[in-house]
């Protein structure tokens, strides 16, 4: 009994040792090929400008985004999960069998009541609204 247990730790711990070696594994590779000249260091003001985007900076300061684009984001994200978790549910519990019942309906309606809730929140908030004049 111990003895699995254990094992599953064990694997926990293999798994843990090889999310931390492999990266720190790359980053001393990468510096020992540059100490021998494999991968040569040469900054220039080029190089270490910044470059976003695949276009290169022509002013000094980005131009202001609009916050706004956040909000319908992740209003979208929270809306678009909410399908995510519908369309396996109605799959696999579509047809009411004796098995599930009420019971997977039940569920089902608590998760669309909470969202809805969270939509109407966050229309009565404005979240919605473009141009929010107070």
């Given at each position: 009994?111990?003895?699995?247990?254990?094992?599953?730790?064990?694997?926990?711990?293999?798994?843990?040792?090889?999310?931390?070696?492999?990266?720190?594994?790359?980053?001393?590779?990468?510096?020992?090929?540059?100490?021998?000249g494999v991968?040569?260091?040469?900054p220039?003001p080029?190089?270490?400008?910044?470059?976003?985007?695949?276009?290169?900076?022509?002013?000094?300061?980005?131009?202001?985004?609009?916050?706004?684009y956040?909000?319908?984001?992740?209003l979208?994200?929270?809306?678009?999960?909410?399908?995510?978790?519908?369309?396996?549910?109605?799959?696999?519990?579509?047809?009411?069998?004796?098995?599930?019942?009420?019971?997977?309906?039940g569920?089902?309606?608590?998760?669309?009541?909470?969202?809805?809730?969270?939509?109407?929140?966050?229309?009565r908030?404005?979240?919605?609204?473009?141009?929010?004049?107070?």
């Open positions: 009994m111990f003895e699995d247990y254990f094992r599953q730790y064990a694997l926990l711990i293999i798994f843990a040792a090889a999310a931390v070696s492999v990266p720190v594994g790359m980053m001393m590779m990468s510096y020992m090929a540059q100490s021998i991968r040569p260091s040469r220039t080029v190089k270490e400008s910044a470059y976003e985007g695949g276009m290169p900076p022509f002013e000094g300061r980005p131009a202001r985004f609009n916050f706004r956040y909000y319908y984001a992740l979208f994200v929270i809306f678009d999960v909410e399908t995510v978790f519908l369309f396996p549910w109605a799959v696999k519990y579509g047809v009411m069998s004796r098995q599930f019942g009420f019971a997977a309906l569920a089902v309606l608590v998760f669309l009541i909470v969202v809805t809730f969270a939509y109407a929140y966050a229309w908030k404005h979240a919605l609204d473009w141009v929010y004049n107070e």
